[in-house]
T-cell receptor
Framework: GEDVEQSLFLSVREGDSSVINCTYTDSSSTYLYWYKQEPGAGLQLLTYIFSNMDMKQDQRLTVLLNKKDKHLSLRIADTQTGDSAIYFCAENRDDKIIFGKGTRLHILP | DAGVIQSPRHEVTEMGQEVTLRCKPISGHDYLFWYRQTMMRGLELLIYFNNNVPIDDSGMPEDRFSAKMPNASFSTLKIQPSEPRDSAVYFC????????????FGPGTRLLVL
């Protein structure tokens, strides 16, 4: 299909790691992105990875890219209540960015 | 830079009225995108511009929707006449198109059509 797919919901206990998974469609996509949307706000770019990389780490965030399977994941270490948000996976296609429907991350106390 | 600026932040109007949403992109960005977000359909790309020229408006739902970009620092999305099913959050985003294609989003306009 043509959609970027990701699960809609994820619940994680505070302090645990969160792993949000995504499959994308276009093997020629140069960049893959993770955006975060907090309630009542716009989408905020969290991080992106260039397609020739396997992994990118930025503080508590780790992005893994498997180009063969067109699979992208975002790991958030030591998940905090402030991480509660919707996380969008996205790929670039031509001039556009194609977004998944978002994964709503819920933090359990 | 102040980021992408959108106005108004909230709009409540009655069916049949004209609605105009405004956007000021980040200075120097040559791409501008209009999105609509609803619970049912998620984030939808409506139209985007490059150097003030509309490139792809295939996402514009109907003739009731129109968008303009008269200059590099301003764009409008107009709905005339508005209908209750147009109720959504409308986002404007801009990007430099400089290779990473990253887009930077505004805070959105929450539209409610009664």
């Amino acid at each position: 299909g043509e959609d970027v797919e990701q699960s809609l919901f994820l619940s994680v206990r505070e302090g645990d790691s969160s792993v949000i998974n995504c499959t994308y469609t276009d093997s020629s996509s140069t960049y893959l992105y993770w955006y975060k949307q907090e309630p009542g706000a716009g989408l905020q770019l969290l991080t992106y990875i260039f397609s020739n990389m396997d992994m990118k780490q930025d503080q508590r965030l780790t992005v893994l890219l498997n180009k063969k399977d067109k699979h992208l994941s975002l790991r958030i270490a030591d998940t905090q209540t402030g991480d509660s948000a919707i996380y969008f996976c996205a790929e670039n296609r031509d001039d556009k960015i194609i977004f998944g429907k978002g994964t709503r991350l819920h933090i359990l106390p | 830079d102040a980021g992408v600026i959108q106005s108004p932040r909230h709009e409540v109007t009655e069916m049949g009225q004209e609605v105009t949403l405004r956007c000021k992109p980040i200075s120097g960005h040559d791409y501008l995108f209009w999105y609509r977000q609803t619970m049912m359909r998620g984030l939808e790309l409506l139209i985007y511009f490059n150097n003030n020229v509309p490139i792809d408006d295939s996402g514009m739902p109907e003739d009731r929707f129109s968008a303009k970009m008269p200059n590099a620092s301003f764009s409008t999305l107009k709905i005339q006449p508005s209908e209750p099913r147009d109720s959504a959050v409308y986002f404007c985003a801009s990007g430099g198109g400089g290779g990473d294609e990253t887009q930077y989003f505004g805070p959105g306009t929450r539209l409610l059509v009664l």
